[in-house]
């Protein structure tokens, strides 16, 4: 399944930017942007707070996704704001994962011309795992 690395990434790039909310918080160090199954794309910035209540640029485009309804996520990048692409943390993987059994197959965006199925970060997921 082809879409626009290139796109993907400019979209999660343009919404990043660290600006500072308090002395305690701190948001948009790092952006993220997805494209849905059905097309869509949902963009996210981090939180980032001094008692580690924030969460994930990941996680708030996800959730952006679900308000829309959909759950099934073809490709999704981060990039902080000087343009570096990051992989996704454990826990956006986990959450990935979580949100649609079909999701083991998105396109992560983990480098510049490299892209993994999910499945490849999460090699012992529950549904990939040996038998007991």
């Known amino acids: 399944m082809s879409f626009d690395s290139e796109a993907l990434i400019a979209a999660a790039f343009q919404v990043a930017g660290d600006f ?14 997805l494209l ?18 924030g969460f994930c640029a990941e996680h708030a485009a996800i959730a952006e996704m679900l308000k829309s309804r959909q759950t099934k996520i073809r490709a999704i990048v981060a990039v902080n704001a000087d343009g570096e692409i990051m992989p996704p943390c454990g826990r956006c993987r986990q959450l990935i994962r979580q949100v649609d059994p079909e999701n083991w197959r998105t396109s992560v965006i983990v480098a510049t011309g490299t892209v993994v199925p999910l499945a490849e970060l999460l090699p012992y997921g529950e549904a990939s795992a040996p038998p007991a």
């Open 20 to 33: 500072t909310c308090s002395e305690d918080c701190s948001a948009g160090g790092v952006a993220s942007a």
């Open 36 to 53: 849905t199954a059905a097309g869509s794309v949902h963009t996210g910035i981090c939180i980032d707070t001094a008692c580690s209540l």
